[in-house]
């Protein structure tokens, strides 16, 4: 069966840095891949995607992830945060033994100091 | 945008009562699944339902859950009898393919008292 592991509960990083939220995957078969971001108080949304093809995948605000095989990761990078990045993000899987079940993360917590 | 609409944002009911957690997918969606939150904890998988028939279910749906797709545009959740662990958010969410990448709504807070 897959699951997720992120090994940072919570990041602090201030304005504008860089961030890297690191995400890895255990599954003997090919994998899809997702991460969704969570604001307080509200469902959770859908960044980006890795399916199939190009490894760099590119999200929505300025978010983008790489897909690595061999290290099985999938980690969540941005070149320059902002206040409004704070939020839970959490990464996904699901495979082929059952596409129909994306099994979550815990979460990292995002927090930007100003 | 369209939107999962999920209704009540948040309930509470006594322990061992009966609850129902309704949600309204994307109208073209064919997928449909329920996941909870219990505070501070992960996302977990409770159901996925497709072509009117549950497809996949995690351990913590036991018997006490149900789910039902009753008139072609709500999807409710069922819990028969509370438990005090069941208190948790409820997400519902949609997709129009498994692999598309999941709509959530924002969630009913239920509390079981």
């Known amino acids: 069966a897959q699951s997720v592991t992120q090994l940072d509960s919570q990041v602090p990083v201030f304005e504008e840095a860089p961030v890297e939220l690191r995400c890895n995957y255990s599954?003997?078969?090919?994998?899809?891949l997702f991460w969704y971001v969570q604001y307080p108080n509200q469902g959770l949304q859908l960044l980006l995607k890795?399916?199939?093809?190009?490894?760099l995948v590119i999200g929505i605000n300025g978010f983008e992830a790489e897909f690595n095989k061999s290290q099985t990761s999938f980690h969540l990078r941005k070149p320059s945060v902002h206040i409004s990045d704070t939020a839970e993000y959490f990464c996904?899987?699901?495979?082929?033994?059952?596409?129909?079940?994306?099994?979550f993360g815990p979460g990292t917590s995002l927090s930007v100091i100003p | 945008e369209p939107e999962v609409t999920q209704t009540p944002s948040h309930q509470v009911t006594q322990m061992g009562q009966e609850v129902i957690l309704r949600c309204v997918p994307i109208?073209?969606?064919?997928?449909f699944y329920w996941y909870r939150q219990i505070l501070g904890q992960k996302v977990e998988f409770l159901v996925s339902?497709?072509?009117?028939?549950?497809?996949?279910k995690s351990e913590i749906f036991d018997d006490q859950f149900s789910v039902e797709r009753p008139d072609g545009s709500n999807f409710t959740l069922k819990i028969r009898s509370t438990k005090l662990e069941d208190s948790a958010m409820y997400f519902c969410?949609?997709?129009?393919?498994?692999?598309?990448?999941?709509?959530f709504g924002s969630g009913t807070r239920l509390t079981v008292v």
């Open positions: 969410a949609s997709t129009p393919t498994q692999i598309y990448g999941y709509t």
């Open positions: 599954s003997s078969v090919s994998v899809y």
């Open positions: 890795y399916l199939s093809g190009s490894t």
């Open positions: 996904a899987v699901s495979d082929a033994t059952s596409y129909d079940k994306v099994i």
């Open positions: 109208s073209n969606h064919l997928y």
């Open positions: 339902f497709y072509n009117n028939e549950i497809s996949e």
